[in-house]
């Protein structure tokens, strides 16, 4: 599959569409997924394009890693979370919808269970645990 320059995350990278930033660094961004499947559910992406895990550099994939890990952790921190799930699909029929890499992080609790797929958050509840999760990660 070719990478479309015009995929919802490629316009939130060039700042043509509002997110809820969490983390940023010259590699990577972090942003709060606007249909969490659970409280403090966030995006990590590598800045540079790439379709998924299956046309990605290591170079990306080791960048993305490195903010997935950090922040797993300072979601540990701010959710007062019992463990951590990673999510990555890819292509249509591993479940990708948007298709530049990205990884879910879903801080979760003992017993919770996830939301349901494609359901749109309260956008005031999204930004303050976006707010929160950013907090934890100082």
């Given at each position: ?70 922040v797993a952790n300072g ?64």
């Amino acid at each position: 599959m070719r990478y479309d320059s015009d995929n919802i995350f490629a316009k939130i990278l060039r700042g043509e569409i509002p997110s809820f930033k969490v983390y940023e660094d010259d590699k990577t961004l972090c942003f709060m997924d606007i249909m969490p499947r659970v409280p403090g559910h966030c995006l990590v992406i590598p800045k540079t394009s790439c379709v998924n895990i299956l046309d990605a550099t290591p170079a990306q994939l080791s960048a993305c890693m490195e903010t997935v890990n950090k922040v797993a952790n300072g979601a540990m921190k701010a959710f007062d979370a019992d463990g951590i799930t990673l999510q990555q699909f890819s292509e249509a029929a591993g479940g990708q919808e948007v298709f530049h890499l990205h990884f879910h992080i879903l801080p979760r609790h003992e017993g919770q269970k996830v939301g349901p797929h494609g359901v749109m958050g309260d956008m005031d509840e999204i930004k303050a645990n976006g707010e929160k999760l950013t907090a934890a990660l100082g």
